[in-house]
């Protein structure tokens, strides 16, 4: 039974199980095969980093308040963050990496970091 490259069809030599007639070949096809997630990827990467660099200019240190306003002029995204951290009297505080927020009203946010990262 003939075995063709996935990528360019051409018939392949070799071992049963290539798939492949060569790197540059094998690099192609999986660029082309991840490329709609790693798009993905990148954009929500972007959009993280960019969180990241509004809470850490606007706290520099480790602990500080902020209005709502301010962050949203600066492109904060609050849809995006890393994870988020529950307390005893369940208010959520919402990071992004090591850096985080939580709302404390008349759109006010205390801002701080996680140093156990």
């Known amino acids: 039974m003939d075995n063709f490259c996935l990528e360019c069809s051409t018939r392949l030599i070799g071992r049963v199980?290539?798939?492949f007639c060569n790197d540059q070949c094998r690099n192609n096809y999986h660029n082309?095969?991840?490329r709609?997630?790693?798009v993905l990827v990148r954009s929500v990467n972007s959009i993280l980093r960019k969180n990241r660099n509004i809470l850490k200019e606007l706290n520099p240190t480790g602990k500080g308040k902020t209005k709502k306003q301010d962050l949203l002029q600066l492109g904060f995204n609050?849809?995006?963050?890393?994870?988020?951290y529950i307390?005893?009297?369940?208010?959520?505080?919402?990071?992004?990496y090591e850096?985080?927020?939580i709302d404390i009203g008349n759109d006010f946010f205390a801002l701080v970091i996680n140093t156990d990262i």
């Open 17 to 19: 199980d290539k798939k």
């Open 32 to 34: 082309k095969e991840y």
């Open 36 to 38: 709609e997630d790693s």
């Open 78 to 84: 609050f849809k995006y963050f890393t994870h988020t």
């Open 87 to 96: 307390t005893k009297d369940k208010r959520t505080y919402y990071f992004v």
């Open 99 to 101: 850096h985080g927020y």
